[in-house]
């Protein structure tokens, strides 16, 4: 079983920028794909990217976030990363991470009941 910690949200002011960390434990990080969701009061949980377990660690991203997110992982230290540029209101939420995810190309889901949670971390943006 895998544990995964994230790190890095807080409170921003549009435009700029925040990087998430989620720092995994239990496996080793090439184990798994991955991915990060978010989360505001009333709405479903969406995703936000995810990168592949395979060693070119393809990547796909919302349309919402194309351009401005970018994900990554250090094998080195078992960590995935969410840096997040040009901030917008809307990207208000709580963030989470996951584990043993289907990454397939947006808009295709990358949820499936194997996956492992994070306990999320809270990006605010304001303008």
């Known amino acids: 079983q895998v544990q995964l910690v994230e790190s890095g949200g807080g409170a921003v002011q549009a435009g700029e920028s925040l990087r998430l960390s989620c720092a995994a434990s239990g496996r080793p990080l090439n184990a798994y794909s991955w991915g990060w969701f978010r989360q505001t009061p009333g709405k479903e949980r969406e995703g936000v990217s995810c990168i592949n377990a395979n060693s070119r660690a393809t990547t796909n991203y919302a349309d919402s976030v194309k351009g401005r997110f970018t994900i990554s992982r250090n094998n080195a230290n078992n960590t995935v990363y969410l840096v997040m540029n040009s901030l917008k209101d809307d990207d208000t939420a709580a963030y989470y991470c996951?584990?043993?995810?289907?990454?397939?190309?947006?808009?295709?889901?990358?949820?499936?009941?194997?996956?492992?949670w994070g306990q999320g971390t809270q990006v605010t943006v304001s303008s």
């Open positions: 996951a584990a043993n995810v289907e990454c397939v190309p947006y808009p295709d889901t990358w949820s499936n009941p194997d996956m492992s």
